[in-house]
């Protein structure tokens, strides 16, 4: 039979993503709601090896839910990948008498809670946040919808200077193993071609279909290119290609870079963030451990970390074949 | 079997949401993909009876997929209500050859379309668009995700003037039938209760609640009311009968009012216009008629036109729950 | 020869209005700078009667100058409008051997600081704090332009709607004693009419302007209204005047309310705050005294508090035939 | 004597920025109320030579106040510098009749027309539109102010990704010639440092001062760098200097780029664009020519084309200052 639970811990690890401050939130509230502790550590996993901690209750979370970033800070940890800074961390833990954590994160986080709970037997409930939303066991990872909104925004400004100049624009967007983000922000600013890592377009196509969309009328294009992109080229050398084959393009890059990860959170990462908290702290006081929350449909389900951790999610690869129709 | 279609019409009718843009020229240019005809009509059904319309090709959607609004507008017909406006409909269908409509809009949008459609026998297929959410059969309209972003920015700044001044603000937001915008953004936006007319909380509750909230050492809050709460009390009443009651509260009221309809739509109600409207038009080649496009975790669904019309969407009452947590 | 000023205080007094956490920030980090203390006290001048303050430093404004609202919190209070209040500030600033104050806020806050300031000798610098820039002594206020901007994409929005339905559009915008944000967001937002305290354009013109603007064929309508205004109707009235008169109008009315006071201050807002502010520390240290920070041109100038408090600031009339002129 | 206007054309010319299309619309409703012809010509000074121009009336100008770009588009003209090049523009213009030009645009835009009028005797009038506020005799360009915002706003959610993983960043703002952007944004945003091409910091002192920020405690940074810095360095080669010296930073670039000229318009920048136009088509029709209109203080006034094209705007060095004691 599981431990009662009395003391409950929390992170954010690895990149930051809007809405963290809201998981937090939840997670706090939800602790002082079913009269249980809870303790905030600071930059990730190194916040649980070298103790640095905070006690939160219900006030400490005030305001924070319209806010980016994440005020637990947050660290990628070469020193939980050790034996040794698990051994400290779990020092940590005995000492403050905690008994649970709530990791928000992505799968690099899920895979070093997953040992560490091995191995010190500390049920762990993983709630994911990321940009990327390359995580399996959830249709939606906190912080992607609104990184979406903020790309197409940003999209949106650079296509009324493409419009303005008759100009080629390739964007760059974050997605190093994924192409979620290029993809709907594709289709959600129009953009004439949309380069993915899980589909090798080829540069014979990619130069196709900008002589095509020239052919048509279009005097300014935007071609998406996710950072992960598999065709061989940066973006930079991209654009460079392009124009030497297709010199009547004036054609210019801009890498978006890190104004994805923040923001204000919207609306749906802020219910998403607060309804998936709620659950995790719910799942560990119900004696439950080692899953990960996750959206599907309208409902919070869960996931072994386990296979979180080993399987990829997949596109909607039907998402490319609308892109080539709207892009007529 | 079905006639093959050539031509098809499209209007927007109803409310106006964010994305109906989106959805237009994802019809217009599903059809020129699919070589088929495109006929935009103006302000909804009135269009079709007064043979208002224009060809739509490819070039006449260009740059619109960020506007708020619909550039066919939109209306309430009283005359297609009637048997001699939907006869003078279908004389200009007839007339121009149009074999099937694409009906962008809510259930009363559909209703009239489903007894034209009986009456003469012109397939029509609807798309959802409101910014309500209140329409069976799919989980998401268009329209919606956007009028929730808007919202609790709008709310986000009234949270900053609240807790300036420690105040108490009513803040009645849109939903005459449904609470799905109030329950959504009175989470995202952290208030302190949500008023909604699937739920009568009482008056009685109502002031414990701001009671102790004052108690907890709260010096300002925030209450949703969704236009259709049933409580027995407009906004304005709600307000003053809370400061009769509870006098140490300053309080004050907005109705945040039309600016919920427009706006540039978020990443994800484009998407969602632009995959539910090229499947409208797929669905009526494919010899598909009289049901509605909807959104069912991540894939396009179909549900029957009769279901739409007479049956209700749930809110999910779990989110009530989630608040009362947050709200600690 | 003035006293050497070693320890300030700061209060935000009035209406909150967004840049008044820059403004906080300046002052804390000018006296940082200068290595003078710096305390800000709480709700206004109830902060300076009751005692409620608490010591600044440069690290305890860090991350607000983006935030709206006040951290310090703002009221009206009557209490120092009595000589007893006022005493009780006097023993609290003697006490905390507090030399001088800086007061942000609007002219209510600026007459109570001059009372203050002639009854006990300490030394006040104004600077002007409020969304409606009806301050005399400099052309922008902290926080008008903010206000300005969204309005105007308030405006924006309501116009989506209003475009889609042909709808006209009553909108009621701050300002209960000076135009300046109705004209400028009137003509930012192309409206058709701007009626504002400073000029009665009379119901028949009214009545007149929007037959004509029917005539030239526009479908939408927006007429922005200043809460002020002095037609004798409130905003509902109004629209019923013209409904009554212009039955071909379907007219709706937006009160926009309190989220014109918040949201993040724009980039103007925030320099102005920070130059206003240091420059009113600089002040103080340089022996000067009861005056206001004021902006003209590009530079900080300053305003003896007598004429701030006796002179009302006028509104470009220039503007009002701008508006007429593009609203052709 | 001046020989009478009867028919105006404009153009947009050089850099695109957002509030051109606000000022087109007033050139063409300022024409419109005073009963002249409006002719818009396509692609700068491309179009005058190439006759690619719209008759323009008070309709074809709805609904664009709110737009980014310039739907009259822009460009850099190679053959208008030369003279066979203004020869064809000057035979376009005859054959239209049209008698003189609004030119929206940089000083370069100014100077082409300088030229073409003393040539040909066409009265030219310059309205400046550049976000980099690089024009001499106007206090403000269209655009500027809204290219302020669109910096604030990307540099806060950098901010926010900063602070949570306590990281430095670089981030190169627009402005080759001059630091306007980068000064006011750097104050705005609350930068640590500001790299601006009028004043040369010097390395050394940007490490003092980075160590210096890092031993308050301060645990992430953000420099600014304008584009037209002149430290010898790019952004990505100063990145690497510091965190070559000062190893303990994780330093992260990036390069705005393109977003910086897009966006709707800022009230302000509507504004201004709105006034400085009337009065352009007013300045015309009172026979004057070779003038540029400005903003100082409130009031809209004149400059010659001739000092516009040879001197140079300062920036406000006050404001480093400000920046420096901000940033302690």
Known sequence: MSKKIK???????????????????????????YHISCYGFYNGYNGLINGNFEELDARSVRNI??????????????EFRTKEGRAKAYEVLKN?????????????????GQIFSHEYDIPVIGVPGTID?????TSHTIGYDTALNTVVEAIDKIRDTASSHDRLFFIEVMGRDAGFIALNTGIGAGAE??????????????????EKS???GKSSSIVIVSEGDKIGKNVFQLADYVTQNLPYY??????????????????????????????????????????????????????????VIHEKPNINKDLLRISEILST
């Open 133 to 137: 939303n390359d995580i399996y066991g």
């Open 65 to 78: 839910i319209n806010r980016g970033g994440t005020f637990l800070k947050t660290a990628r940890s070469k």
């Open 193 to 210: 071609e949309i380069l993915i890592p899980e589909e090798d377009l080829g540069l014979d196509r990619l130069l196709d279909s900008l």
């Open 7 to 33: 003391r409950i811990g929390v992170i954010t690890s690895g990149g930051d993503a809007p809405g963290m401050n809201a998981a937090i939130r939840a997670v706090v509230r939800a602790c002082s709601y």
């Open 250 to 307: 004036d054609a210019k890059v801009t890498v978006l870079g890190h104004i994805q990860r923040g923001g204000t959170p919207s609306c749906f990462d802020r219910v998403l963030a607060s309804r998936m908290s709620v659950k995790a702290v719910e799942l560990l006081l119900d004696g439950q451990k080692n899953v990960m929350v996750g959206l599907k449909d309208d409902d919070i389900i869960t996931c072994p970390l386990d296979n």
């Open 96 to 112: 403050e008498e905690i008994d649970a954590l709530v990791l928000i994160g992505g799968d690099g986080t899920f895979a070093g």
């Open 214 to 216: 020239r052919r048509s």
